[in-house]
């Protein structure tokens, strides 16, 4: 059974899943998307054994969305830890991430490798390597269009929330070849209707490419943020994905056990468009 918890960190009040009992799993979604986007993987983890926790990130609700917040990749790595140390027993815990999730898993993996044991990353190369390609790839950048386009000012906001949130839906069509999942992305739409959670699911953008959204209190994580990555890692991506020709390049920035892997038939969101060959990839590299 999959409940709804929350908990209280030092920074802001965390909204989760939970489902299960054993070693601790955490999965972190990303954009546009929220913990929901988890429901096989908790089902199936739980069933495996392991107590699986899915946080609704930083301003995503019925998670805090915190006034003036930062939304820089340190601010979220650091969320992560402090999510682990309150719910967790003190041991390391193992971590999974898409999109964004796996954004922040990349920096919660090299500044804090204390607090996960193995990690599964999904669709996203590791942000130096997507950084490198772009400077070299006029179709990676295309593809990263909506990382420009949501730089300006109220235009992003409205062009979203237009037409019940159509632009949304269409990203979602755009990156999983087969789109099933209209009922997922109802549960987004109403949930970026609640007061502040659209402008913080930019911020998270807008954070990426401008140094002055990024908190100085968290320039210590951020210097770690580009260490060599010694967790073990398994990185997997759709075949019809083009983020996937980014994986055997980005090797140089593990120090530790490193793979990648292709998911047959499946786009950005391989977790949902394949969810049992992705839960046996996790299950297996956790084993």
């Known amino acids: 059974m999959i409940e709804l918890k929350e908990v209280q960190t030092p920074a802001l009040r965390i909204a989760f899943l939970e489902a299960g009992s054993g070693p601790t799993v955490v999965l972190l979604h ?8 988890w429901e096989h993987q908790l089902n199936a983890l739980a069933g495996a054994g392991y107590r699986v926790l899915a946080p609704f990130l930083r301003g995503y609700p019925p998670t805090e969305i915190p006034a003036g917040g930062y939304y820089d990749l340190a601010t979220l790595a650091n969320d992560v830890a402090e999510f682990t140390d309150a719910t967790g027993d003190g041991e390391p815990v193992f971590l999974v991430g898409q999109d964004w999730g796996a954004a922040i898993s990349y920096g919660v993996l090299a500044a804090f490798p204390e607090r996960i044991r193995r990690a599964v990353i999904l669709a996203i190369p590791h942000p130096r390597q997507i950084r490198r390609t772009l400077r070299r790839s006029p179709k990676h950048v295309i593809r990263a269009f909506h990382w420009y386009l949501f730089q300006l000012p109220w235009l992003p906001e409205r062009l979203l929330r237009a037409r019940d949130f159509a632009f949304l839906e269409w990203l979602w069509k755009l990156w999983s070849p087969d789109y099933t999942d209209r009922d997922h ?3 987004i739409k109403d949930m970026m209707t609640e007061p502040g959670a659209l402008e913080a699911s930019l911020a998270y953008y807008r954070a990426l490419l401008r140094r002055s959204r ?59 468009e394949k969810p049992g060959e992705v839960n046996r990839l996790i299950i297996g590299w956790f084993a």
């Not at 990303?30 to 986007?37: L, Q, V």
Request: glycine residues 10%; aromatic residues 10%; hydrophobic residues 35%.
């Open 30 to 37: 990303g954009f546009p998307d929220n913990a929901w986007t």
């Open 185 to 187: 992305v109802g549960r």
């Open 214 to 272: 990024q908190d100085p209190a968290m320039a210590g994580v951020r210097e770690r943020l580009n260490r060599p990555i010694e967790v073990p890692t398994r990185v997997l991506c759709g075949t019809q994905d083009m983020r996937r020709e980014m994986l055997e390049q980005q090797r140089e920035y593990f120090s530790g056990d490193y793979e990648w892997g292709l998911v047959e038939d499946a786009g950005h969101f391989l977790h949902r």
